[in-house]
């Protein structure tokens, strides 16, 4: 059978994107925030609900300048999850900062609002939490501890593009967002991401950031890095920025064909969007219970053997990482909800393309 991958990328008309490329060539610019580049920092303005973005090349480069605009005293501890992509901790890392790790909430997946406190020391200096699935964190909570040990928030939504809790941009809670547009994401400038935020004062300083910590031809403010997004990735930013929707709804009734289907087995728990929320639609994660008959790891090497590619998704954690493992903190910290879910939970085939009959087989393949 002909692979079925976990996800695939949304890709823009090749005849709209040849007009972006001629505009392109016939101006000669190709990056250093042109014009296609300003033109999708507006809109994305629109999109996101936020009054202020400034995009990047990749999210990891985007998460890493997102910890370092909010001047964290050198050495000191950032909360946040092992549940999440390499990127989170290492960006803490990257900048002389220790993450410390809470254990996740067991529905959405998120860092456990109600254990961060426990966590709390006079080295705190934020709290670095993730949108996991889309699923949002608990971002009440958050914001009532941020408050009252005056720490810095900064979330990482690059599963969260277009949520909103109760209509507002996911993108408008904390300090800082950064959303990830890489090519697996449901919106996607090939590679890309952007930070939000509510701060103007922040604006000047994310763009020197961005830009070496260059202000003009003369004039070199502080020691940045090379974060700016090419006018060619924009220009597929522009097209995709047209096309996601459309996706979003064919994502829909893939996920309705799942819902449907897959609550009947025993065994299989589909984590619940909270009704407030707006999903993203970006992944399709299940929990393989005790009670299912395999394990995941027997159920993933079961869809790989027919060419149906799935995605343990977060395995290993954070916590399992060389580099984090052998920290006491890590040792003595519990972890007993990551430690469960980590071997538990498996992202199905979720995109628009996905035809009924493979459908069909997946889901076949889950009941037997």
Not at 128 to 156: M, Q, R, S, T, W
Not at 229 to 255: F, M, P, S
Request: aromatic share 10%; hydrophobic share 40%.
């Amino acid at each position: 059978m002909e692979k079925i991958f976990v996800t695939q990328p949304l890709l823009p008309s090749l005849t709209e994107l040849d007009i972006h490329l001629k505009d392109i060539w016939s101006s000669k610019w190709l990056t250093n925030m042109g014009s296609k580049h300003n033109e999708l920092e507006t809109k994305l303005k629109d999109v996101l609900k936020v009054p202020n973005v400034s995009l990047f090349n990749n999210g990891t480069i985007a998460l890493l300048v997102a910890v370092k605009a909010l001047d964290l005293p050198y050495g000191s501890e950032v909360i946040t999850t092992p549940f999440t992509f390499a990127a989170t901790p290492h960006c803490i890392t990257w900048n002389g900062l220790k993450p410390v790790f809470c254990d996740i909430e067991p529905n959405t997946m998120t860092i456990d609002a109600e254990k961060i406190e426990s966590f709390i020391t006079p080295n705190t200096s934020a709290i670095l939490a993730v949108h996991v699935y889309g699923f949002p964190c608990n971002v009440e909570k958050i914001d009532k501890i941020a408050k009252k040990y005056n720490l810095k928030v900064i979330y990482d939504a690059a599963h969260a593009f277009s949520t909103e809790i109760n209509g507002r941009g996911i993108g408008t809670f904390g300090d800082i967002t950064m959303f990830s547009f890489h090519a697996t994401k449901l919106y996607n400038t090939i590679e890309g991401g952007c930070l939000t935020f509510n701060d103007p004062n922040l604006v000047r300083k994310i763009y020197n950031l961005r830009n070496f910590g260059i202000q003009s031809e003369e004039l070199v403010e502080e020691v940045g890095i090379n974060g700016k997004l090419n006018e060619l990735q924009a220009a597929v930013g522009l097209e995709n920025l047209k096309l996601y929707k459309a996706e979003q709804e064919k994502r829909t009734k893939v996920k309705a064909f799942y819902d449907e289907n897959l609550s009947k087995i025993k065994g299989i728990r589909i984590p619940k969007m909270p009704e407030n929320v707006t999903n993203s639609y970006q992944y399709y994660p299940i929990v393989i219970e005790e009670d299912y008959p395999i394990s995941r790891n027997e159920l993933y090497d079961k869809f790989k053997e027919i060419n149906i590619l799935t995605r343990k998704y977060f395995y290993p954690a954070c916590t399992d990482y060389e580099c984090y493992k052998n920290d006491l903190a890590v040792k003595l910290a519990d972890l007993s909800v990551v430690n469960d879910l980590k071997h538990k939970v498996l992202c199905l085939p979720y995109y628009g393309d996905l035809t009924i009959d493979m459908l069909n087989i997946i889901c076949e393949v889950l009941k037997k």
